[in-house]
């Protein structure tokens, strides 16, 4: 089941965050923040690892202090995702992570303070090509700006950070990106839709203090899935209070969902109702659990009974359709074999570990011959 996302993509200037690219016809990238105290080498780096391992593209990392900007140093030499360092006024902070390998700035020119300083800055990132992001926040909003408007409004996001975007366009500087975060679904969506075509630098998304596991998932899907929809975004952070790794897995699943991305197995399974001919939930959820580690892209259809079940398995890569005495497995959208309830877990397990080795071994023959 391989279709072609719809969407068109708004035109960005591309930066480069590290080795990644972001912005232009470059791949959305998946982001995440370490919750970690950053003076914690040991715990930080643990974590960089784990979402780098659940596919991340680029780790943000707190540096609050010097001791942090320190620590940073010696995080960035143990790592090798690209790294955001997210700073707030202290310009030393930034002058000196530059020096010890950050690969993009989180930092407002506007809070920097006087005009040496900003230079200071500009300067260093221009000088090592570190880009830039500025970040707005509806929670941080100038005090002016909470003056004029009252309350954070959309256009209250969009003129804090084109503020900040006036003072980089003095200095020339061009490789930024920007972010427009409220808490808010539709002050969110209908700041980024503004400055979306006022602008050509890259877009961050996140809809910020999103909640909690579920709750925060759903916000986010559906902020982020607007913006998405209408080409908008080139790098993604879905924000929740929980492990940061659930982050970069509900990122996935969303520009799975929206076609913009592919990242492991995309499961396409049924509610269940009296009409299953095996434990659709339970054996979805071992399977969700033991092939997390898959990242080979496949559709993988589980459905109970015979009703949707032959459709389903027929457009996906490997299916399954509930029946009896035996449930029918297909493969390429043709019947396969049978497989039994007793060992169905195990034997879908082994038939998809299988199809995915042998993805790979094609994979690894193409590159082969390519290089010959």
Do not use: W
Not at 89 to 117: H, M, Q, S, T
Not at 330 to 335: C, D, E, F
């Amino acid at each position: 089941m391989k279709h072609e996302s719809p969407i068109k993509r708004r035109k960005s200037r591309q930066i480069m965050v590290g080795n990644v690219p972001v912005g232009g016809d470059a791949p959305i990238a998946v982001q995440s923040m370490t919750n970690t105290n950053t003076c914690d080498v040991d715990a930080t780096v643990a974590q960089i690892r784990a979402l780098e391992e659940a596919g991340a593209d680029i780790v943000r990392v707190s540096v609050p202090s010097m001791d942090a900007a320190e620590a940073f140093g010696k995080i960035r030499a143990q790592v090798s995702v690209p790294l955001v360092s997210d700073i707030h006024f202290d310009y030393k902070i930034a002058l000196r992570v530059a020096e010890l390998g950050v690969d993009c700035l989180r930092i407002n020119p506007g809070n920097i303070g006087r005009e040496d300083r900003v230079n200071a800055v500009i300067s260093a990132a221009r000088d090592r090509n570190i880009p830039i992001r500025i970040g707005v926040n509806a929670g941080s909003l100038e005090k002016s700006l909470q003056r004029k408007y009252g309350e954070p409004t959309a256009d209250a996001l969009v003129e804090s950070a084109m503020r900040h975007i006036d003072i980089l366009d003095r200095h020339d500087f061009q490789d930024f990106k920007v972010s427009l975060k409220a808490s808010e679904v539709f002050m969110t969506v209908d700041a980024y839709r503004k400055i979306a075509s006022q602008i050509e630098q890259p877009l961050h998304l996140g809809i910020t203090e999103a909640g909690g596991f579920r709750s925060g998932t759903v916000k986010s899907s559906i902020g982020l899935g607007m913006l998405l929809m209408d080409g908008i975004g080139d790098t993604i952070r879905v924000s929740l209070a929980a492990d940061p790794v659930q982050e970069i897995k509900v990122g996935f699943d969303i520009l799975k969902s929206l076609r913009l991305r592919s990242r492991g197995i995309n499961f396409i399974a049924c509610p269940s109702c009296s009409r299953q001919n095996f434990d659709v939930i339970q054996t979805m959820n071992d399977l969700e659990a033991r092939l997390e580690d898959v990242n080979t892209s496949l559709d993988v259809a589980i459905i109970g009974c015979i009703v949707n079940g032959p459709g389903e398995a027929k457009e996906a890569d490997i299916g399954l359709t509930g029946g009896s005495p035996k449930n029918l497995f297909y493969m390429g959208g043709k019947p396969n074999q049978k497989l039994d309830n007793a060992t169905l877990t195990d034997d879908l397990e082994r038939l998809i570990r299988d199809e995915v080795a042998r993805r790979k071994e094609q994979e690894e023959a193409i590159i082969a011959r390519s290089g010959e």
